[in-house]
């Protein structure tokens, strides 16, 4: 049987670990992400017949790689390649959770948006219009209260239903000033030639804009790994 994974991302205090709880219940293990002494748990659940293999990455406010928590969540988006990102956001604290799924959609379309904490948002009188904010970001976006256990039909059948194909997405990307999309434009397709579509291209090049120089270290050994020629995109790296 395949097992699809499934990432669990988002800001700390989101109710992030609950909706792990819930999907998982004790079917769940505990460890450290390899060489790190941040936290890693996974855990397993069915639906419709699939199995799911959920991975809770490290609470964050962002995934550039200020620490070792925001590493960890950004390179398993990046190498791992999960069949789905789910993003979990504080219904509550749209405005502020939204900038790490920004974030996320830069480096994959397999996402989906899981506003959580929606009792508390109603509580306050905050409406969502989730279809629209759907429309606006190009991926689905569910509406859930984790510990209530309200919405995670619905989530389940929105996570079959985009690994099926069923559902259209068309993720949004920032735009950025003129002068830093004319050199992305410009060091994209080298980008893409060197290392193909085993990575984001245009996230890649916005790194090597951004000088990272640790995680464009990180892919240039992953494409040494996998027997390609690194050597052009070291090129670059120093260049």
């Not at 928590?69 to 502020?96: H, K």
């Not at 959609?105 to 759907?134: F, P, Q, W, Y």
């Not at 209260?145 to 996570?159: E, H, M, P, V």
Request: aromatic share 6%.
């Amino acid at each position: 049987m395949i097992v699809h994974r499934i990432a669990l991302a988002g800001n700390p205090n989101t109710g992030k670990s609950t909706l792990f709880n819930t999907l998982t219940g004790l079917k769940q293990h505990t460890g450290n992400w390899p060489g790190k002494t941040v936290a890693h748990a996974e855990g397993t659940f069915q639906h419709q017949g699939q199995e799911y293999l959920l991975i809770d990455l490290p609470g964050t406010y962002s995934l550039f790689s200020n620490s070792t928590d925001e590493e960890v969540a950004r390179d398993y988006i990046v190498f791992e390649q999960p069949d789905v990102t789910l993003v979990v956001v504080d219904g509550t604290s749209m405005e502020r959770n939204l900038n790490l799924a920004l974030q996320v959609l830069e480096m994959t379309g397999h996402v989906i948006i899981c506003i959580n904490l929606m009792d508390e948002a109603e509580k306050k009188g905050i409406v969502i219009d989730e279809e629209r904010l759907s429309s606006k970001l190009g991926v689905p976006v569910v509406k859930i209260s984790a510990r209530n256990k309200k919405g995670i039909q619905s989530l389940l059948d929105t996570i079959a239903r985009l690994l099926r194909g069923d559902i259209q997405i068309k993720p949004y990307r920032l735009t950025y000033r003129p002068e830093i999309e004319e050199q992305i434009n410009k060091l994209e397709p080298i980008v893409r030639e060197l290392i193909g579509d085993g990575y984001p291209s245009r996230w890649v090049a916005l790194r090597l804009l951004d000088g990272d120089d640790a995680l464009l270290k990180k892919i240039h050994e992953q494409i040494k790994s996998k027997g390609s020629n690194p050597y052009e995109f070291g090129n670059i790296l120093h260049s």
